[in-house]
């Protein structure tokens, strides 16, 4: 271990509505806690305009939530850290070491909320036209494109919402989807459907993004007739789902195809022996604000409990989640 790293009980990484809730819980619990988080305090809630599914918190701006949620954590005595996380390693005596940018951090248990980053289409012009036509981000990007048309890849729940906040701003949304089907939830679907600036070209997929300096069409392809067209727009938002970012801790850890961390249902445990997940990270059915909250909840709980045990030399109350044999595909 390093003999300078600063001791904390519970070291969070990332600073979204699961690192914020798990912040609040340990704080409350009276451990000395580290959140860290390279960007702003807020994770998503700063890309999302108007929340409408936070129970008791009706059309609530992202954020605002966030700011709530740090102003709470805070309050029981969070201490906050900026730095970019560069690997976490468990070392002796349940003690876990993380390292950053800006120092290294020992606690008996981390709780990684990290979330992750968009998937990329990994297209021709995708990479060389981000920034210029190509965006990520509805609520940062979308102000640029008044009176413009726009296009939207992906058929889940983000491509229709941000399609949707899109239309403020743009003259025309086609949301473009691989498939002839969405998997958005219903609800969302009807209500896209309902927003007269948006067109839907079903069974396509973008072969490439054009254009000299900005966006200026996407050649698509219809996979059902294999017919090729040419769809002039000015700019393109990719709404592909996530890239959960799982790769800061050392050796193996238990995680699905997609790569998000398999956690023990009962304590949000990593594969790793102290090591928690919660939020977008972790392996489950959808990924919500409700749900990152209630996972951030149940994993600090049950990290007081761990350190509390590590704290007085009783045996650990809790089991790392088991991964099966062959289940997985190893990443090393
Ligand atoms: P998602 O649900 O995983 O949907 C991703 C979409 O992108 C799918 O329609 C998928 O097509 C398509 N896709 C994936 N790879 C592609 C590729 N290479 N080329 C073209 N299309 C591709 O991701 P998401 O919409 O980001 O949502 C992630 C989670 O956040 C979900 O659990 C969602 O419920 C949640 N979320 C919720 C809300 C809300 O409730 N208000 C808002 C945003 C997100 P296929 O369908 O063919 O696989």
Redesign the pocket.
């Known amino acids: 271990m390093t003999e300078t790293a600063t001791k904390y009980d519970i070291i969070i990484v990332g600073g979204g509505p699961a690192g914020l809730t798990a912040a609040l819980y340990a704080g409350r619990s009276t451990m000395r806690t580290l959140l860290i988080e390279n960007k702003a305090m807020g994770g998503q809630l700063l890309n999302?305009e108007l929340?409408?599914?936070y129970p008791g918190a009706a059309h609530i701006f992202g954020a605002d939530l966030a700011a709530t949620m740090v102003k709470q954590a805070g309050e029981f005595g969070t201490t906050f850290l900026t730095a970019t996380v560069e690997g976490i390693r468990p070392v002796d005596g349940h003690q876990k070491e993380v390292t950053t940018d800006q120092g290294t951090f020992t606690a008996p248990a981390v709780i990684i909320t990290a979330g992750g980053l968009?998937?990329k289409?990994?297209i021709p012009g995708e990479e060389r036209l981000a920034g210029s036509g190509v965006s990520y981000c509805a609520v940062c990007d979308g102000a640029f494109f008044k009176e413009r048309e726009l296009a939207v890849?992906?058929?889940?729940?983000?491509?229709?919402?941000?399609g949707m906040y899109l239309t403020r701003y743009a003259s025309k949304v086609t949301i473009?989807?691989?498939?002839d089907?969405?998997?958005?939830?219903p609800v969302?679907v009807e209500e896209a459907q309902k927003n007269p600036k948006i067109s839907f070209l079903m069974n396509t997929?973008?072969d490439e993004i054009a254009g000299e300096y900005a966006v200026k069409e996407l050649h698509c392809t219809n996979v059902a007739t294999h017919e090729t067209s040419v769809l002039p727009v000015n700019g393109v938002f990719i709404?592909?789902?996530?890239l959960p970012n799982t790769s800061l801790i050392e050796g193996h850890v238990a995680h699905d195809a997609g790569g998000y961390y398999l956690t023990d249902p009962l304590t949000m445990m990593t594969s790793v022996d102290g090591v928690f997940a919660a939020g977008?990270v972790r392996s489950q059915?959808?990924?919500?604000i409700t749900t990152a909250v209630g996972d951030a909840t149940t994993a600090t709980i049950a990290a007081v409990k761990y350190v509390e045990a590590v704290g007085k030399g009783l045996p650990i109350p809790f089991a790392p989640y088991q991964e099966l044999a062959g289940a997985g595909a190893d990443r090393g």
């Open positions: 999302t929340i409408d599914d968009p998937r289409l990994g890849i992906g058929g889940g729940d983000a491509a229709l919402e941000e473009i989807h691989r498939r089907a969405f998997r958005a939830q969302i997929v973008v709404f592909i789902g996530f977008d059915l959808t990924r919500q």
